[in-house]
């Protein structure tokens, strides 16, 4: 049995007034689909579309490159236990080359040991970012040298931004879609 939201989501135009079908339009082309958080969010269009402006920034717009942005998305979403969001960027990880065998350590909240430097400290970074809302001096500046600045704004920008959406879909209860990867 699937769990309902606590409110209908918007599932496309006709759930919404005229003046606003843009920005459905606009989430849909996006994403192909109206779902998850942006379902929720639809509810007040005007915040919708502006989500979506940060959310187009953080993949389009980013120095971090998709596979790695996922990583440490992924492993702040699993270290706060959410699994919509978890379902939805695990298919996003997969889309865009993320190896199994880092996200199966994810998932199972596992020593990142076995897994390559690069993986290995985005990973862990992530983790204590949202284990404990700080990250140790070593950790951070290992990133820093690394990558730069701005790549290590965007990085925690773009992971921290996800318990945002996380929060929007566990206060409406929105399920895990079918057939969506779980913990």
């Not at 599932?11 to 843009?22: L, Q, S, T, Y």
């Not at 339009?25 to 989500?51: C, E, K, T």
């Not at 730069?148 to 992971?159: H, I, K, Q």
């Amino acid at each position: 049995m699937t769990q309902s939201p606590r409110i209908p989501p918007v599932r496309g135009k006709p759930d919404m007034a005229a003046e606003h079908h843009a920005i459905a339009d606009r989430v849909q082309a996006f994403f192909g689909a109206i779902g998850g958080p942006f379902g929720m969010l639809l509810h007040s269009p005007v915040l919708a579309n502006q989500v979506l402006d940060v959310v187009e920034d953080m993949r389009v717009h980013t120095t971090v490159e998709a596979p790695l942005r996922a990583l440490a998305i992924m492993a702040t979403v699993r270290e706060r236990r959410m699994g919509y969001v978890w379902a939805a960027q695990v298919a996003y990880a997969r889309r865009v080359g993320v190896r199994e065998e880092a996200i199966d350590v994810i998932r199972a909240q596992g020593d990142t040991a076995s897994l390559p430097e690069v993986e290995r400290e985005i990973i862990d970074y992530a983790r204590e970012l949202a284990a404990t809302e700080q990250v140790s001096p070593a950790r951070f500046e290992a990133l820093r040298t690394r990558y730069g600045d701005r790549w290590l704004v965007e990085l925690t920008t773009s992971a921290q931004f996800y318990t945002f959406l996380c929060g929007v879909v566990n206060a409406f209860e929105v399920p895990i879609p079918e057939g969506g990867d779980r913990f």
